[in-house]
């Protein structure tokens, strides 16, 4: 990352692993909130709330449709490194009327970018 290191970073490669250890040090010591864009294959991590990497993504042109919130807790696997829960999945419109992404399908598609981009839930250090 170059410049002053934003609490945002919008990722269409692997973040790198200081990046990502700043990011989850900087608001929650132990994870990181992210908004994944399932139809470009963009992920926003980092900021205090999900809300916020929801609105540099939609920013960037991605439709709100496609936005999901998750988050991601290093050091726990591939089986416990994301949840998937945030208020802006609330979405009665899109069919997911609780914080939790009901839709396997969307699911598998944040699960999918979560390992790709961010990572598979190894430990990061400082």
């Not at 290093?74 to 945030?86: I, K, L, Q």
Request: aromatic share 6%.
């Amino acid at each position: 990352m170059a410049g002053s290191d934003p609490d945002i970073v919008v990722l269409t490669a692997p973040i790198d692993r200081a990046d990502l250890a700043r990011l989850v040090a900087r608001f929650f010591g132990d994870m990181v909130k992210y908004v994944v864009d399932v139809r470009l294959g963009m992920v926003a991590v980092g900021g205090e709330l999900h809300a916020d990497a929801e609105q540099v993504l939609l920013a960037t042109g991605s439709r709100q449709a496609d936005l999901w919130g998750a988050n991601y807790l290093p050091g726990r696997g591939r089986d416990g490194c994301v949840e998937y829960t945030s208020l802006i999945n609330i979405s009665p419109a899109r069919g997911n009327r609780t914080m939790e992404i009901a839709d396997d399908g969307i699911r598998a598609r944040v699960r999918e970018l979560t390992f790709l981009l961010i990572g598979e839930g190894a430990e990061i250090g400082e």
